[in-house]
């Protein structure tokens, strides 16, 4: 019997790897879809042959012998070991057969949808309506599952039912209570289109012709994906994710022990000290023993020490420490207060060399723009001082002298003015020879630079146009024509090559620098000295900027010139100056509150301002620059600064503020800056205060106004800030920023006002 059952093993073996060569030998080709699109998953899938595959070889059966051997088996006589490992083959046999698979299809009633599934045919009826009821999210007795027409019992299973190991059967479903418990078809993922069960062809192996249809069943992962990172594309900002496998996850066994518990992480720990014995031992003389005493010590007890007496001096050591410590802590703390006193010696030091520096500075460069004046500002400057130097002359003359002697000194005075003034305009003519020079090479070089931007990685870059060619070729013939001091030769080059350039257009102006060209050419070749060619040479260098600042000719200059080309917009844009009846764009005149029209351009005002007022407004325009530098630092949307003029600053620095500091009454006007009175609101003429610069920086810094400030001098601030209000409220512009300034509530509004007390005194 043994040998029977051997060898029955040993050809079940056989079979079985006969049947894995043959199915790993197979060629599989997917031909078509086996059911419906239903059921829902994750795209990450493993395919399951079915018995198919198993069907498809030729092997007569790989679990069990047919029934006739089994029954011959059982008549032979057996001892009871041989039963019982013959019972426990057959329940190992019973239970293999249980767990194997089986397709099961499901028609939904009444729409008819198809859903297809692989269970165990060791299921029961129950456990299979529990399962569709998790998924459909129906209770379980409201289903009904019917086989051919008839209801099946809950307790019968598919092998009941006649299922064979990986077979396939259609049942029916269909719900008691449709109303309330309709039964609906799962909906397929939209991105998902694989079914649940597929159709592939295989090739044998012994015959390379035949081929045999294999149900393949799908088994559709719970899980999704896990996000496992990824990288972005700096430059396209395409984000790429790392995949993950498509295999599910490997299940750790059940080995009936708790291997993770919340205890292990919430424990508490305890440590107690305990003190274990210590056992010594000792050896002393005695009988057969003999221990030598030629390095023992006779130790004396000492003097014994009580505990008060013990703590006492423990007391005094700490004491003693305790001095020590603070002795260095004190130490330390001098010199620390010592080192920035020297810190703070010096920077006072510093600030003042600092100070006297940028006064002797600024001394230095008034009197070089009175030494070499340049701008208009430093003409201002001159008038205002001669001004000064007359004003005082007339007072000290008025003092010591009257009568005749007085009209004499007066009259002497005026022609001395007049020497002066004359010698003022000497030097404004020479200046403005020198700006003209400068503003045309300015225009110039404008007209010739390349086109630049700047790109994404912050270099720029840089691009000539055939307009800014042209510029360039005109820009050097221009040089070319005005330097002086050159041999013949190369100025008749210069001269031939502006010829052929406007030789290009035809008209009045190139047939006059062509006709100089021709007459300066002529006298060269006689031999006339350079010194008489003065003016010829001026008339074409002016003649051949003419012809640079036409657009038809060098369509570059159009965007940089003031006048401009069209009629309609010159006559559209422009204003009527009734001073100097000229037609001017609206930036050449000043702003001012009471005017209703456009009056004077600056030009004619300027020009009023040096013959009669003389009044310099450098330093007002100098703390009006320092203003709208800091307002835009702190809030580029602030515009009150901007709005406001030299003459408008002007009213507000010595009209309202008496033009010194309101803390220290400085006048140096080269050290005082208007700043915000509240850090926190805009800078307006009624939030405003004047100081000096060190007062100024010391003020932004200041929280509450309250604690920095006594009561008197914040009501005079307001009181100023009211005169201001009502200046400035005459013109439209501050107007609409008045009316939308609100009132700030009691920081200000419970002030007390005092009132002076006159004393009589005796």
Same mark, same amino acid.
């Given at each position: 019997?043994?040998?029977?059952?051997?060898?029955?093993?040993?050809?079940e073996?056989?079979?079985?790897?006969?049947?894995?060569?043959?199915?790993?030998?197979? %060629?599989?080709?997917?031909?078509a879809?086996?059911?419906?699109?239903?059921?829902?998953?994750?795209?990450?899938q493993?395919?399951?042959?079915?018995?198919?595959?198993?069907a498809?070889?030729?092997?007569?059966?790989?679990?069990?012998?047919?029934?006739?051997t089994?029954?011959?088996?059982?008549?032979?006589?057996?001892?009871?070991?041989?039963?019982?490992?013959?019972?426990?083959?057959?329940?190992? #046999?019973?239970?293999d057969v249980g767990?194997t698979?089986? %397709?099961?299809?499901?028609m939904?009633?009444?729409?008819?949808?198809?859903?297809?599934?692989?269970f165990?045919?060791?299921?029961?009826i129950?456990?299979?309506?529990?399962?569709?009821?998790n998924?459909?999210?129906?209770?379980?007795?409201?289903?009904?599952?019917?086989?051919?027409?008839?209801?099946?019992?809950n307790?019968?299973?598919?092998?009941s039912?006649?299922?064979?190991?990986?077979?396939?059967?259609?049942?029916?479903?269909?719900?008691?209570?449709?109303?309330k418990?309709?039964?609906?078809?799962?909906?397929?993922q939209?991105?998902?289109?694989?079914?649940?069960?597929?159709?592939?062809?295989?090739?044998?192996?012994?015959?390379?012709?035949?081929y045999?249809d294999?149900?393949?069943?799908?088994?559709?992962?719970?899980?999704?994906?896990?996000?496992?990172?990824?990288?972005?594309h700096?430059?396209?900002?395409?984000?790429?994710?790392?995949?993950?496998?498509?295999?599910?996850?490997?299940?750790?066994?059940?080995?009936?022990?708790?291997?993770?518990?919340?205890?292990?992480?919430?424990?508490e720990?305890?440590?107690?000290s305990?003190?274990?014995?210590?056992?010594?031992?000792?050896q002393?003389?005695k009988?057969?023993?003999?221990?030598?005493?030629?390095?023992?010590?006779?130790?004396?007890?000492?003097?014994?020490?009580?505990?008060?007496?013990?703590?006492?001096?423990?007391?005094?050591?700490?004491?003693?420490?305790?001095?020590?410590?603070?002795?260095?802590?004190?130490?330390?703390?001098?010199?620390?207060?010592?080192?920035?006193?020297?810190?703070?010696?010096?920077?006072?030091?510093?600030?003042?060399?600092?100070?006297?520096?940028?006064?002797?500075?600024k001394?230095?460069?008034?009197?070089?723009?009175?030494?070499?004046p340049?701008?208009?500002e430093? @003409?201002e400057?001159?008038?205002?001082?001669?001004?000064?130097?007359?004003?005082?002359e007339?007072?000290h003359?008025?003092? %010591?002298?009257?009568?005749?002697e007085?009209? *004499?000194?007066?009259? /002497?005075?005026?022609?001395?003015?007049?020497?002066?003034?004359?010698?003022?305009?000497?030097?404004?003519?020479?200046a403005?020879?020198?700006?003209?020079?400068?503003?045309?090479?300015?225009?110039?070089?404008?007209?010739?630079?390349?086109?630049r931007?700047? /790109?994404?990685?912050?270099?720029m870059?840089l691009?000539?146009?055939?307009?800014?060619?042209? *510029?360039?070729?005109?820009?050097?013939?221009?040089?070319?024509?005005?330097?002086?001091n050159?041999?013949?030769?190369?100025?008749?080059?210069?001269?031939?090559?502006?010829?052929?350039?406007?030789?290009?257009?035809?008209?009045?102006?190139?047939?006059?620098?062509?006709?100089?060209?021709?007459?300066e050419?002529?006298?060269?070749?006689?031999?006339?000295?350079?010194?008489?060619?003065?003016?010829?040479?001026?008339?074409?260098?002016?003649?051949?900027?003419q012809?640079?600042?036409?657009?038809?000719?060098?369509?570059?200059?159009?965007?940089?010139?003031?006048?401009?080309?069209?009629?309609?917009?010159?006559?559209k844009d @422009?204003?009527?100056?009734?001073?100097?009846s000229?037609?001017?764009?609206?930036?050449?005149?000043?702003?001012?509150?009471?005017?209703?029209?456009?009056?004077r351009?600056?030009?004619?005002?300027?020009?009023?301002?040096?013959?009669?007022?003389?009044?310099?407004l450098?330093?007002?325009?100098?703390?009006?620059?320092?203003l709208?530098?800091?307002?835009?630092?702190?809030?580029?949307?602030?515009?009150?600064?901007?709005?406001?003029?030299?003459?408008d600053?002007?009213?507000?620095?010595?009209v309202?503020?008496?033009?010194?500091?309101?803390?220290?009454t400085?006048?140096?006007?080269?050290? #005082?800056?208007?700043?915000?009175?509240?850090?926190?609101?805009?800078?307006?003429?009624?939030?405003?205060?004047l100081?000096?610069?060190?007062?100024?920086?010391?003020?932004q810094?200041?929280?509450?106004?309250?604690?920095?400030?006594?009561?008197?001098?914040?009501?005079?601030v307001?009181?100023?800030h009211?005169?201001a209000?009502?200046?400035?409220?005459?013109i439209?512009?501050?107007?609409? @920023?008045?009316?939308?300034?609100?009132?700030?509530?009691?920081?200000?509004?419970?002030?007390?006002?005092t009132k002076?007390?006159?004393?009589?005194?005796?």
């Amino acid at each position: 019997m043994d040998e029977n059952m051997e060898n029955r093993g040993r050809s079940e073996d056989q079979d079985k790897t006969k049947l894995t060569s043959q199915i790993q030998n197979y %060629t599989v080709e997917p031909i078509a879809d086996f059911n419906d699109k239903a059921g829902d998953g994750d795209p990450l899938q493993c395919v399951q042959v079915s018995a198919s595959v198993l069907a498809s070889v030729e092997v007569d059966s790989v679990v069990d012998k047919p029934s006739q051997t089994l029954e011959e088996e059982q008549k032979e006589r057996l001892d009871p070991d041989q039963q019982d490992r013959m019972l426990n083959d057959e329940a190992t #046999l019973f239970t293999d057969v249980g767990n194997t698979t089986a %397709t099961v299809k499901i028609m939904f009633l009444p729409d008819g949808h198809m859903m297809t599934r692989a269970f165990a045919i060791g299921l029961t009826i129950q456990d299979l309506k529990e399962h569709f009821s998790n998924e459909l999210k129906v209770p379980p007795d409201v289903i009904q599952i019917l086989l051919n027409g008839g209801i099946t019992e809950n307790n019968k299973t598919l092998i009941s039912l006649g299922v064979q190991p990986h077979g396939t059967i259609q049942l029916e479903m269909s719900s008691i209570d449709p109303e309330k418990h309709p039964i609906r078809p799962l909906k397929p993922q939209p991105e998902y289109s694989m079914s649940d069960v597929i159709t592939v062809r295989v090739q044998k192996d012994t015959d390379l012709v035949a081929y045999q249809d294999v149900v393949v069943e799908i088994v559709r992962a719970p899980h999704r994906k896990a996000f496992v990172g990824g990288y972005r594309h700096r430059i396209t900002g395409t984000v790429f994710h790392h995949a993950a496998v498509q295999t599910l996850p490997r299940q750790r066994p059940d080995r009936g022990v708790e291997t993770f518990c919340r205890d292990t992480q919430t424990v508490e720990t305890k440590s107690q000290s305990q003190q274990c014995f210590n056992n010594t031992s000792t050896q002393m003389t005695k009988i057969g023993c003999y221990m030598s005493n030629m390095e023992d010590k006779l130790i004396s007890p000492g003097v014994y020490i009580t505990a008060d007496e013990y703590h006492s001096r423990r007391l005094k050591a700490v004491v003693v420490l305790q001095k020590h410590v603070r002795s260095w802590q004190a130490k330390r703390f001098t010199d620390q207060l010592r080192r920035e006193k020297e810190h703070h010696q010096d920077w006072v030091k510093k600030e003042e060399v600092r100070r006297k520096l940028e006064k002797e500075e600024k001394i230095k460069a008034e009197h070089q723009r009175r030494m070499n004046p340049a701008t208009a500002e430093d @003409f201002e400057l001159l008038y205002y001082s001669v001004e000064r130097w007359r004003q005082q002359e007339v007072q000290h003359i008025d003092a %010591t002298l009257s009568g005749p002697e007085r009209k *004499a000194a007066l009259c /002497a005075l005026l022609d001395q003015e007049t020497q002066f003034l004359f010698s003022v305009e000497q030097h404004r003519t020479a200046a403005r020879q020198r700006n003209q020079q400068k503003a045309v090479q300015a225009l110039l070089d404008k007209c010739a630079a390349p086109k630049r931007w700047q /790109a994404f990685d912050g270099r720029m870059t840089l691009m000539d146009t055939q307009h800014t060619i042209r *510029a360039q070729e005109l820009r050097d013939l221009y040089s070319s024509v005005n330097v002086q001091n050159v041999k013949r030769e190369e100025r008749l080059n210069a001269l031939l090559s502006v010829k052929h350039t406007v030789k290009e257009h035809d008209c009045k102006l190139t047939r006059d620098i062509v006709e100089l060209i021709d007459r300066e050419t002529d006298l060269l070749t006689r031999g006339v000295k350079e010194a008489n060619l003065g003016g010829l040479r001026k008339r074409i260098s002016t003649l051949f900027l003419q012809y640079i600042k036409t657009p038809a000719f060098n369509p570059e200059v159009s965007r940089l010139l003031k006048v401009p080309q069209d009629l309609a917009q010159m006559k559209k844009d @422009f204003v009527f100056c009734q001073g100097c009846s000229s037609h001017l764009p609206p930036a050449d005149f000043p702003l001012e509150y009471s005017a209703r029209t456009a009056g004077r351009c600056r030009r004619c005002t300027r020009l009023d301002n040096e013959a009669r007022r003389r009044v310099d407004l450098s330093l007002h325009r100098s703390i009006l620059r320092c203003l709208q530098q800091d307002e835009v630092s702190r809030n580029r949307d602030s515009k009150i600064p901007f709005l406001l003029q030299e003459q408008d600053l002007r009213y507000l620095v010595d009209v309202v503020w008496g033009a010194r500091s309101a803390l220290s009454t400085q006048d140096d006007m080269h050290d #005082l800056a208007m700043v915000r009175w509240e850090p926190l609101r805009d800078w307006s003429p009624w939030n405003c205060i004047l100081l000096t610069t060190e007062e100024a920086s010391a003020h932004q810094k200041v929280e509450h106004l309250e604690k920095a400030y006594g009561v008197v001098f914040m009501c005079s601030v307001k009181q100023k800030h009211m005169l201001a209000q009502k200046y400035f409220s005459k013109i439209p512009a501050m107007a609409q @920023f008045l009316q939308s300034t609100s009132p700030q509530p009691g920081a200000h509004g419970d002030l007390l006002v005092t009132k002076p007390i006159t004393v009589e005194t005796k």
